[in-house]
């Protein structure tokens, strides 16, 4: 197991980054005023954000690693599990912290970022700009 986890941070260290990066902001207890927090809705635009980019690079570190894509593949671990990873942050938010909470619009908006970016992985997967190591 150990090796495969190791297989997965050598061949996507992009994305376990991100997803990582998605995990602590989500349980850090403490997030601190920004000059954008008078923004209305900023706190959806970070998840839309934060969800499209992991989406976005999880699709161009796969396609660096494959030559062929295998669509079924990066729609489960680009689309689907972002957007499931989204909807267990919320519920971890709520139920396993005291100083955070869950919301049904942020779960929304993790999986809408998580469709924009794999929309447009797809989108440059097909356009060419992803380059391939097996090409």
Known sequence: M??????????????VFCIALVWVLSL????????????RLIDKWTHF???????????????????????RRLLLWGLLAPALMGGLLELLQEYATTTRSGEWLDAVADAVGALLG????LLLLHVGRFGSKDR
């Open 2 to 15: 150990l090796e495969t986890v190791r297989k997965y941070v050598r061949n996507y260290p992009f994305s």
């Open 28 to 39: 850090t207890p403490f997030i601190p005023e920004t000059p954008l927090s008078h923004v």
């Open 49 to 71: 954000v934060m969800y499209g980019g992991t989406s976005l690079v999880i699709w161009w570190e796969y396609r660096r690693q494959h030559r062929r894509p295998d669509y």
């Open 118 to 121: 794999s929309t447009l992985g």
